[in-house]
Nanobody, 124 residues
């Protein structure tokens, strides 16, 4: 059994920063990719960022490039999403996901394990 638990979401003013954390337990992903997705009310879930667990490869959605940074701490089985220069359109429930294979993909169907999500609300 695999568990992914996100934390760090909260209400924040536009222009501010947040760091989301995703802690994995039950299995280590020493060579597998992790991703962050988000879903706003009335919208489809969208890919935000992904990272290869042991590599340096990262992928970002165009909407967050230059503002968000994904990173990982293998020793802690943890993935982070640093979000800077937040905008109201970043408001969504953010979920982390894990793949059973190594390369990052942007489609949600490519991920096998999901967390419950953490809410980020950005107000202007």
């Amino acid at each position: 059994q695999v568990q992914l638990v996100e934390s760090g979401g909260r209400l924040v003013q536009a222009g501010g920063s947040l760091r989301l954390t995703c802690a994995a337990s039950g299995r280590t992903f020493s060579s597998n990719a992790m991703g962050w997705f988000r879903q706003a009310p009335g919208k489809e879930r969208e890919f935000v960022a992904g990272i290869k667990w042991t590599g340096s490869g990262t992928v970002y959605a165009d909407s967050v490039k230059g503002r968000f940074t994904i990173s990982r701490d293998n020793a802690k089985n943890t993935v982070y999403l640093q979000m800077n220069s937040l905008k109201p359109e970043d408001t969504a429930a953010y979920s982390c996901a894990a793949r059973s294979s190594g390369n990052v993909v942007t489609g949600a169907s490519g991920y096998d394990y999901w967390g419950q999500g953490t809410q980020v609300t950005v107000f202007s």
